[in-house]
Structures are given as C-alpha cells and as structure tokens.
C-alpha cells in the first residue's frame, strides 16, 4: 500500500497550530504562493506550445530585457496575493516601485512579500529550469496602505522565505525560520507533497558555481579561490567540479542538495555585483543558513546588511560552511590589498 501523501496545506496547518499566537496569516499567504507556483508550473510546462516564449519587447527598471514569462508570473503572483487579504503589498523585481493593496483587509494585514518572479528567465526559451523567489516580512507601519519602511528590513527580520524550481519537477522549497523543507507537485492530484522534509546542506562539497567567463574581472581573492578549485579538480581526494546552469535557484537547489558553493561575485559589468538584496539574496541565503550553510557579501552576513534601496545588489558568496571557510582564506588577499593601498 503507497504511504499517505502529506501535502503542502495540511503541512502549513499542522506547523501553524504547534506555533503559538499563530493568526493563520502567514499559513494563508504560504498557499497563496503555493497556488500561483501551480499556475506558473502549468504555465511554463506548456512553453512551447502557448504564447509564452521570448521577449516581452520592453525592459525592466534595471534596464534588463523582460520576457514575456517574467510578465505573466509577475501577474499571477500580484493577483494571488492581492485578492488573498492576507497581504498588505508586494515588493517585485519587475516593478519600478512596491504595491500597496487597497482595501479594509490588506491595509490590516501584517505581511509584505518581496518577489523575484521568474529567476533565470534567459533559460526559459531553451527548456532550463527557471525559478521563484519569495521573501515574507511583518510589516513595520501597523495600518493603512504599507510604505518603503515596511519592504527595506534586513533579512534577519524575513519570517519565511523560499523557492520555487520548475526543473525536471516542480518543487517548492520554504523555512519559517525552523529548518527548511521541499514539496514535488504531483501534476496528476495538483498538491505540492512532502518530498525532503528537514533539508540540510552538507558541510563540505565539491561543486562550484559561478559564471567563469567574467574570470578576468574578478578580484585577486575570487581567483586564487577559482584556481584552489581547478587545482582540486585533478586531485584525487576532494576533485571539484564546475556548474553553471544561469539559474540562481536552480544552481542553489543543486548545492543545497549536494553540498557546494554559489558565487556572483561584483565584476566590471556589475560593480555591485548582479543578484538583487531584497528578491534573491535575503530570501536563498534565509533558506541556506536554515539548511546549515552560510552567506556573505564576502566581508558582511548577507542578511546583516541593512538596505537602503528597493532594487539594491549585493556580491554574494553562498553554500556548504567548509567550501565558505576555504574561500574566506582566498578573499583575505582582497582586504589586505586594500589596507596596503590606502
Ligand atoms: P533574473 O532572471 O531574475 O534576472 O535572474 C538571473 C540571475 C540569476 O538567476 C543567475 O544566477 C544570474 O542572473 C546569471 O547571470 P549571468 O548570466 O551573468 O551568469
Ligand atoms: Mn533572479
Ligand atoms: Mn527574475
């Protein structure tokens, strides 16, 4: 006989009754997410067959090129969590400016969520797995339509974050602040199912993550970092290896899993290195430090910086606590560069 299945709502509910002073808000908008990721997943499934693929014609406030995907599950997350009540506003990677819901409900709700969308939206066109990020604070404003306040927190202050990866299947991965665990939608019944309950990352890895080709821009500290990776590479203990996928969830999920290390470190291009603060670092660095892992900018915990600015970037260096503290060894090459200097 199968084993019962436990599902993402009965999942949410019996957490929410252990938790004291639990009001059901926050158990309401983790399935408003669920529910859009559902719509998202259909969505991204059909790619190649409904009007979803390729560029919206328009670019983000970033000056990034939206694609037509980025557009619709921007939407979709909006208006499950607009006509929810259980939300006050949304912060979006796609959006110049946060949302303030109107109405008696959500202008009393105690949640603001900070989303990027659809993560890796390059790969959708070539059937790669792409992604959603979310971040769940309490707002600081108590009444009324939210302010800017209520969306610039450090990530310390997050009550939930996670992700959604729409790779060979469909998985939402989520902490509340005790321990991280992954549901697989089953397609044939439409439920997210308990699937890596207590996900832990392990200590030590041998999978690196960052895009090689800026090799040249980076700092002397991410490069001795690099070659001690390559130089392992041939060794028989400990060989590591390189991946890439492009799709920060789908790459972090990996390492998640496996044990590794994620790096965008700032480059020429990027200056203050590419991975927005609010929609994609606080939220996975939430989820790896639950797992067990660790997350900085290189000198400060990710979740320590204090944000001044809705679409801020960060560097970030991210993964298995070893693969962190052999990199930190690297980077103090770039410190005691800089003290020399000046
Ligand atoms: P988004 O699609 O939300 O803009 O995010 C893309 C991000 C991230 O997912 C990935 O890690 C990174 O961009 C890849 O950038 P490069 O192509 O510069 O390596
Ligand atoms: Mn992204
Ligand atoms: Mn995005």
Not at 177 to 190: A, K, M, Q, R, Y
Not at 201 to 223: A, C, E, M, Q
């Amino acid at each position: 006989m199968h084993k019962r299945v436990l599902t993402l709502d009965e999942f949410i509910f019996q957490k929410q009754t252990v938790a004291r002073y639990a009001s059901g808000e926050l158990s309401g908008l983790l399935r408003d997410i669920g529910l859009a990721s559902k719509i998202i997943h259909r969505d991204v499934n059909k790619a190649g067959l409904i009007d979803v693929l390729g560029d919206a014609g328009q670019e983000n406030v970033q000056g990034e090129g939206v694609k037509k995907l980025d557009v619709i599950a921007n939407d979709t997350f909006i208006n499950s969590l607009r006509v929810s009540g259980q939300c006050a506003g949304v912060a979006s990677e796609e959006l110049e400016n946060f949302i303030a819901f109107k109405g008696t409900r959500s202008e009393k709700a105690k949640y603001v969520v900070l989303l990027d969308p659809l993560d890796g939206s390059s790969n959708i066109d070539v059937n790669v797995s792409v992604g959603t990020i979310f971040s769940i604070l309490k707002r600081k404003t108590v009444d009324g339509p939210c302010q800017l306040e209520d969306f610039l927190q450090k990530g310390v202050e997050q009550v939930a974050s996670g992700y959604v990866i729409y790779g060979s299947s469909t998985m939402l991965v989520y902490t509340t602040g005790h321990g991280v665990n992954g549901f697989t939608l089953d397609p044939s019944i439409g439920e997210f199912c308990l699937s890596h309950p207590d996900i832990l990352l392990p200590s030590d890895g041998t999978i690196y993550s960052i895009n090689h080709g800026y090799r040249w821009h980076f700092s002397n500290g991410v490069k001795k970092y690099i070659d001690h990776c390559i130089n392992s590479s041939g060794e028989r203990e400990n060989p590591h290896s390189l991946r890439y996928i492009g799709s920060m969830v789908a790459d972090i999920h990996r390492n998640l899993i496996k044990g590794g290390i994620f790096m965008y470190p700032i480059s020429e291009s990027y200056p203050d290195g590419k991975l927005r603060l609010l929609y994609e670092c606080n939220p996975m660095a939430f989820i790896v430090e639950q797992a067990g892992g660790r997350a900085n900018d290189g000198q400060t915990r990710i979740m320590e910086i204090d944000p001044t600015q809705l679409h801020q970037r960060s560097q970030i260096f991210m993964g298995s606590p070893k693969m962190m503290d052999r990199l930190e060894k690297c980077l103090q090459v770039d410190y005691v560069t800089e003290k020399v200097e000046s």
